[in-house]
Structures are given as structure tokens and as C-alpha cells.
């Protein structure tokens, strides 16, 4: 007679737990990818007006907007891994619905369901990925998020491509079940985050779960730097329901003027124009004269470019050059790049452009692509997994992801009508808010490189430092 069985081991955290909780960057970039080579063929199939099509577009970020709101609470409550796996099934549900839309109405609210997805995983991976990695190599895991998204887009365009001689709009949108199940598989075999465990005194689990990528001595150290925080917290601010914990980002200065620095980061990061780019390259190229089949050819080299450009922020820039100084020279090129679009729109005639002005405007468009990669895309999503504190970290990262796809649905939505009402105005508002990207991220984004995420909590409890001078800051390095 054999004795009650041993209870299984979670999960390690092992070389593959970082590809596999970032999975789900797959199913924002393919959906982010997708939609611009559908829409070209979806628009006369379903006879979608310039309106109709702007709510296309928009209605998977606005049920993106309701995931990222709900995840914060419901990941702190019930984990990290368990949402995940959560925005897999939504996200097939709504892909299965949009690939068989028999119009339009059917259509936007499919992409309601997968933008609820979408909105859970983007807001949670960040946050899995900041919490599972060592404070060295974190910038460079965390950035994973971001290089799945941009193999998402060039998935998507690529399959774009492959059915565009048979208009086959719907098998570009159905084929986004390919990566919603690979996600769902991953999930499953995840660790769940140590620092959720602990915060939930699950200490020994979340021990087991380090032991995996770290020493015994690493892991018993991290494991006690988490414990001294989370218990300092908990001393401080007892156990606190969901709303107290939403208050209390607004009633801390220390808190809320975090909140602010993150949600007005990701605010910026959309109304630069990445998704305006990202959702309507094609009709750009197509005003610039290029044919349906040259524009969506084009669409892959510049997808291609993003992510090459993305695996070198990753790899290379993050975790050696650390946060701030790529957000302060990527939204400068940006903003340069949406100067030169204005520019070439403002020669143009009958909203047509030519000659070397074409060849200006795809290496503009090119431009933008890698600056955004290299700085904005990622960095944007690594900082702001990483630098709110334990107790308030889901909540306060759905309420920043929240405000992003808001400002995505507002740039999504009416960027087609500007579009078409005059190109040049609307480059250079995107110019314009590149230049103020620039100023933020000076003066208002903390460098977090270098440091763990419990030092990075501690910092906050400390009297804030005075803004830092520009030349300063445009020399600053992540300390070792």
C-alpha cells in the first residue's frame, strides 16, 4: 500500500519560459499586421465605408481597452499565468468569428472578443516578464514581448502576400488561430510568477520556481528581497481589496506621479503613429502609387525591417545602453521621419506622389519603422512592466495599458478621414508628438536598467531627484 502522493513541483523558470511567456506579443502583432493587407479586399466583399472601416480597426482596440482594465485585478488575484492562458481562448474565439464575418456588424464585434485578448496579454506579459527575469539580462527577456509582436506583423504580412492573388481576406484573418494555440500551449507549461507567489505567501513554490535559472544562493537571496518588500508592504498597507489599491495610485504622490510618467509614456507611444502606420501602410503606399500586390510587397519589407530592428534593441541596446537614452533618440528620428512624409505629401498632386519623392517616402516610412523598433516599441513595454511596485503592479499596468489602446482607438479611428483630408497635416501632428515624446522621456521616465525590481521599488519611497539636464541625461548609462 503506497503513501499519499507527493504534491508536483511547479514549473522552473528554464531558458524557454521567457520565448513562452512572450508568446502572446505573436497575437497582438499578427492582429496589429493582419487587418492592413484584409481591409484592401474586406472593403468591397463587405462594402465598407471610409466610417465602417475605421470601426473595423478600432473595435479590437477598444475590447483591448476593457482586457487591460480587467486583467490588473483579476491577474493579482487569481496570477499571472492563468490570464495568459485566458487571452489564448478569447483571442481564437474572436479569430474563428472574424475569419467567418458574413458582414460588418459580425465582423467588429469579433474583433471586440480578440481585442479583449489582446488587451490581457498586453498588459500581463510585460509584467510576467519583468517579474520571472534577473535585474541584468531583464531589459533583453522583457524585450521578447515586443520581438514576438514584430514576428507576428511579418507573419501577418507575409501570409497577407500569399493570399493576396485570390483576395483571400478571409484566410489572412483565420490563419491568427495558429498563433493563439501556440500561446495557449506555452501557457500551460509556464511558471507562475515567483513574486505573485510570494506576495501570496506561497514562498516555497516561488523558491522552486527560481531554482530553475539561478543558483540555490541567487535564488534564496532574490527569494528574501522579495519577501523583505512584499512584507514591508503588507506592514504598511495591510491586505487591501482591489479598490484601495486603485485609491491609493491616486492618493500617493510618489504613486500617482509613476502612474502619470507610465500612462503618459504608452499615450505617446500610439499617438507617435505606430498603429496608424502599422494599420494602413499599404493604403500609404498605394497613395504613393504603388499597385494593391507592390504595396502589400512593400508592407513586408518594412515588417521584416522591424523586427531585424527589434531583435538588435533586444539583444544589443537594452540592457547595455539601458532605457532612457533610446526613448530620447528614437522619438527624435521619428519625429524627422514624419517630417519627411508631411514633406513629400505637401508636393503631391491630386494626393499622388512620384519620382524621387515616392523613394523619400519609403525610406520615411522605413525610418520610422527601425526608430520605433529600436526604442519605442519595446522599451516602452519593458519600462513600464517594471517599474511600479509589487502591490499596485497589475492594477496600475492595466490602467496604463487602458489609456494606451485608448490613444491607439482615437489614432485607429479617425486617421483614415484625415487621411484623406490632407496627408501633410496629419504627418506633422505625428512630427509634433514625436518631439514631445522626447521631451518626456527626459524629464519624466526613470532609468531602470540595471537594477531589480525590488531595488527599483525602494528607489520610490525616496525623495525625488530634480529634473536632469539634458546633456546629463543624454549621457546617462544603466548602472552594472
Known amino acids: 500500500m503506497t503513501g499519499p502522493r507527493a504534491p508536483a513541483a511547479p514549473p522552473m523558470i528554464g531558458r524557454g519560459s521567457y520565448v513562452l511567456g512572450a508568446l502572446g506579443g505573436g497575437i497582438r502583432g499578427y492582429e496589429l499586421g493582419v487587418v492592413s493587407t484584409a481591409l484592401i479586399f474586406a472593403k468591397p466583399a463587405l462594402d465598407l465605408t471610409p466610417s465602417t472601416t475605421g470601426w473595423v480597426v478600432s473595435s479590437a482596440l477598444i475590447g483591448s481597452l476593457f482586457g487591460a482594465l480587467g486583467a490588473g485585478p483579476l491577474a493579482d488575484r487569481f496570477g499571472r499565468r492563468v490570464l495568459l492562458s485566458l487571452a489564448a481562448v478569447l483571442y481564437s474565439a474572436g479569430i474563428l468569428i472574424a475569419a467567418f464575418a458574413p458582414d460588418a456588424g459580425v465582423l467588429i464585434a469579433s474583433r471586440v472578443v480578440l481585442g479583449v485578448a489582446v488587451g490581457i496579454a498586453t498588459a500581463m506579459i510585460p509584467v510576467y516578464l519583468s517579474e520571472i527575469s534577473p535585474a541584468l539580462r531583464r531589459g533583453t527577456f522583457s524585450g521578447l514581448f515586443q520581438v514576438m509582436i514584430t514576428v507576428g506583423v511579418l507573419a501577418a504580412s507575409l501570409v497577407g502576400l500569399a493570399f493576396t492573388p485570390i483576395d483571400g481576406w478571409r484566410w489572412m484573418i483565420g490563419l491568427g488561430i495558429v498563433p493563439s494555440v501556440v500561446m495557449f500551449a506555452g501557457a500551460l507549461r509556464l511558471p507562475e510568477s515567483p513574486r505573485w507567489l ?283
Open 198 to 480: 510570494v506576495d501570496h505567501g506561497r514562498d516555497a513554490e516561488a523558491l522552486a520556481v527560481l531554482s530553475g535559472s539561478r543558483s540555490a544562493d541567487e535564488a534564496r537571496r532574490e527569494i528574501e528581497d522579495i519577501r523583505t518588500v512584499s512584507r514591508e508592504t503588507a506592514d504598511r498597507e495591510g491586505e487591501r481589496p482591489a479598490a484601495r489599491v486603485f485609491l491609493s495610485l491616486f492618493r500617493s504622490r510618489p504613486l500617482a506621479r509613476l502612474l502619470l510618467a507610465g500612462s503618459v509614456l504608452g499615450v505617446l507611444q500610439q499617438l507617435i503613429g505606430i498603429n496608424a502606420i502599422t494599420y494602413y501602410a499599404p493604403s500609404v503606399l498605394k497613395g504613393i502609387g504603388f499597385s494593391d500586390t507592390a504595396a502589400v510587397t512593400a508592407n513586408v519589407g518594412l515588417s521584416a525591417l522591424g523586427l531585424i530592428a527589434t531583435v538588435v534593441m533586444a539583444y544589443v541596446v537594452v540592457d547595455r545602453v539601458g532605457r532612457r537614452l533610446p526613448l530620447i533618440w528614437g522619438a527624435l528620428a521619428m519625429a524627422v521621419s514624419m517630417l519627411v512624409l508631411a514633406l513629400v505629401f505637401l508636393g503631391a498632386h491630386d494626393g499622388k506622389v512620384s519620382g524621387g519623392a515616392g523613394y523619400l517616402a519609403v525610406a520615411g516610412l522605413a525610418l520610422f519603422q527601425v526608430a520605433f523598433a529600436l526604442s519605442w516599441g519595446g522599451i516602452v513595454w519593458i519600462v513600464l512592466g517594471e517599474m511600479f511596485p509589487l502591490a499596485v503592479r497589475g492594477m496600475a499596468m492595466g490602467i496604463a495599458t487602458f489609456l494606451t489602446e485608448l490613444a491607439s482607438v482615437v489614432v485607429s479611428q479617425v486617421f483614415p478621414s484625415l487621411l484623406d483630408a490632407g496627408a501633410t497635416t496629419v504627418f506633422l501632428a505625428f512630427a509634433a508628438m514625436g518631439v514631445l515624446a522626447v521631451i518626456w522621456a527626459i524629464y519624466m521616465v526613470p532609468e531602470t536598467g540595471g537594477r531589480t525590481l525590488e531595488q527599483i521599488e525602494e528607489s520610490h519611497t525616496t525623495p525625488a531627484p530634480p529634473p536632469t539636464p539634458i546633456p546629463d541625461c543624454l549621457n546617462e548609462r544603466p548602472s552594472p
